[in-house]
């Protein structure tokens, strides 16, 4: 009877720290626009808000949980010797560099209208991440779902809150 190998690699202690090496990072670096920027600001509280806007305590632990997943899938996708990996990699890398500039450009700079602009493109470069992700390593990319179906409504609570208040 013959057996199968797997070329999949065994996670083994230093591979473990390193996933959660990446999971911290991406959490810290998706964090740091809030703690700069005022989410409780006196000028979000004041404008009028959708039916569907969230509690706001929703808003970190949604955050938490989605950078959380986004570190796994950027740390499979590392790891991989695939030949799109470097290709995945940027893509991930400029998504968040959007995600990140999204905070200030709503709340530090109160500009609903180019924070949308911004969103749509981040939108766009999550689903192009996936895509790419999922050349690399399906599970990276199943990971990511989560947060495109966030980004969609965060698009749809940024956009009804430009409309309300413009």
Do not use: C, H
């Amino acid at each position: 009877m013959a057996t199968r190998t797997s070329t999949r690699r065994r996670p083994d202690r230093y591979s473990l720290l390193r996933a959660i090496g990446f999971v911290v990072l991406v959490n810290v670096v998706g964090a740091v626009p809030g703690v700069l920027s005022s989410p409780n600001s006196p000028w979000l509280r004041s404008l009028e808000k959708p039916p569907f806007y969230p509690p706001s305590i929703a808003f970190p632990i949604v955050w938490t949980a989605l950078f959380t997943l986004m570190g796994i899938a950027l740390w499979l996708v590392w790891r991989s010797d695939s030949a799109g990996r470097r290709l995945a990699l940027g893509l991930f890398a400029v998504q968040m560099a959007f995600n990140v500039v999204w905070t200030p450009a709503f709340f530090a700079l109160e500009a609903p209208l180019f924070a949308l602009g911004i969103i749509l493109v981040l939108w766009a470069l999550v689903v192009g991440t996936i895509v790419a992700f999922d050349r690399v390593d399906r599970r990276a990319a199943a990971l990511l779902v989560p947060y495109l179906a966030w980004v969609t409504f965060a698009t749809a609570l940024n956009f009804e809150l430009w409309r309300l208040n413009a």
